[in-house]
């Protein structure tokens, strides 16, 4: 079993509309999670942080559930220029010296 | 800061050659990453460094592939010889702890 999963997509929706995404983890112990983004022929950037009680950055809300192991990030009232590829990310935590791990994204495309 | 710096940005080479690969990480970081992308298998941790230490090399695919980190500023994976499959495009990553991990523009391989 891969250590972070993620469908791959590619989700196909239209402008406006609310989407989300899933990503699992396998180690139990994993401290740190967050959303990356990745534009087409671009490196990975930081898209948000995800914190145990859910947060939200404008239009995105990320949220955790360490007890089934798994992250989301939902978008609302999507744009064109949301279509991207999304990657989950998480670490085990500083004091197992880092190894951070990238899901293999998934693919989102905004219709307009 | 310049961010984490990469070169070269694209490099086309024979198949049997050596190539090398550069990284320039954020100054102050103590993590760094390198990564290989390709449509097939997304982004794979080839190997990680923590204070210039190798900690986790078990991404790396094959004896061909060594990485160094012989100083703070500075990381190097060489591909030796060289194989068409081991196109793809290579990043370089580098991070404080676990906290963001901040990517070069990456290096795109072609062998053929």
């Known amino acids: 079993r891969k250590e972070v999963e993620q469908d791959p997509g590619p989700f196909n929706v239209p402008e406006g509309a609310t989407v989300a995404f899933n990503c699992t983890y396998s180690?139990?112990?994993?401290?740190?999670f967050f959303w990356y983004r990745q534009d087409c022929r671009k490196e990975p950037k930081l898209l948000m942080s995800?914190?145990?009680s859910g947060n939200e950055d404008g239009r995105f809300t990320a949220q955790l559930n360490r007890a089934s192991q798994y992250i989301s990030l939902l978008i609302r009232d999507s744009k064109l220029s949301d279509s991207a590829t999304y990657l989950c990310v998480v670490t085990p935590g500083y004091s197992s010296a880092s190894k951070i791990i990238f899901g293999s994204g998934t693919r989102l495309s905004i219709r307009p | 800061d310049a961010g984490v710096i990469q070169s070269p940005r694209h490099e086309v080479t024979e198949m049997g050659q050596e190539v090398t690969l550069r990284c320039k990480p954020i100054?102050?970081?103590?993590?760094l990453f390198w990564y290989r992308q390709t449509m097939m298998r997304g982004l794979e941790l080839l190997i990680y460094?923590?204070?210039?230490?190798?900690?986790?090399d078990s991404g790396m695919p094959e004896d061909r592939f060594s990485a160094k980190m012989p100083n703070a500023s500075f990381s190097t994976l060489k591909i030796q010889p060289s194989e068409p499959r081991d196109s793809a495009v290579y990043f370089c990553?580098?991070?404080?702890?676990?906290?963001?991990?901040?990517f070069g523009q990456g290096t795109r391989l072609t062998v053929v």
């Open positions: 180690n139990s112990a994993s401290q740190s």
């Open positions: 460094f923590n204070n210039n230490v190798p900690i986790d």
């Open positions: 100054s102050g970081h103590d993590y």
């Open positions: 990553a580098s991070s404080f702890r676990d906290t963001e991990a901040f």
């Open positions: 995800v914190y145990s």
